[in-house]
């Protein structure tokens, strides 16, 4: 368990030890206090952040949940997408920005008579028949220069 997650599930348990203290605190000063409005205030007005606190690591709990239910979503939608580009009849290479290959899925793999190890990092244009490599270089260019996304 890292340091944040025990935080995260000490902090109800320390607001409520807190809280006991606090009242505890003011039973016991309480036959003295009477008379003393300021230290009475300084009681209540500590209760209320007490309440605050409470209420505010509450609503963190639900923020955290739902992130961690949009990062479950968000991961199996990624997966979908992945399982999509593995199992794709085209072929496919995903490139840096460079057009050095990133990843190829199976299909660009057979295509290419290659494995993923031999083509992960180098350059697309190695692929490309020499006649056609500058073309290919002018049209990368072309779409790193485009405002909106491009294939």
Do not use: W
Request: aromatic share 4%; with cysteine; hydrophobic share 40%.
């Amino acid at each position: 368990m890292t340091l944040r997650e025990r935080v995260v599930e000490q902090a109800p348990v320390k607001i409520q030890t807190l809280r006991q203290r606090v009242q505890s605190l003011y039973q016991q000063g309480g036959m003295n206090a009477q008379s003393d409005a300021v230290l009475s205030r300084a009681f209540e007005e500590l209760a209320h952040a007490l309440d605050e606190l409470q209420s505010a690591d509450q609503a963190l709990r639900r923020h955290h949940d739902e992130a961690l239910n949009k990062q479950a979503e968000l991961e199996l939608e990624c997966q979908r997408y992945k399982d999509l580009f593995e199992h794709a009849p085209a072929g496919y290479v995903v490139t840096s920005i460079d057009g050095a290959i990133r990843q190829a899925n199976p299909a660009a793999l057979a295509l290419l008579k290659t494995s993923a190890r031999a083509i992960v990092g180098r350059s697309l244009a190695l692929f490309v028949p020499e006649g056609q490599r500058r073309a290919l270089r002018e049209k990368i260019a072309n779409l790193l220069q485009a405002a909106a996304p491009q294939e």
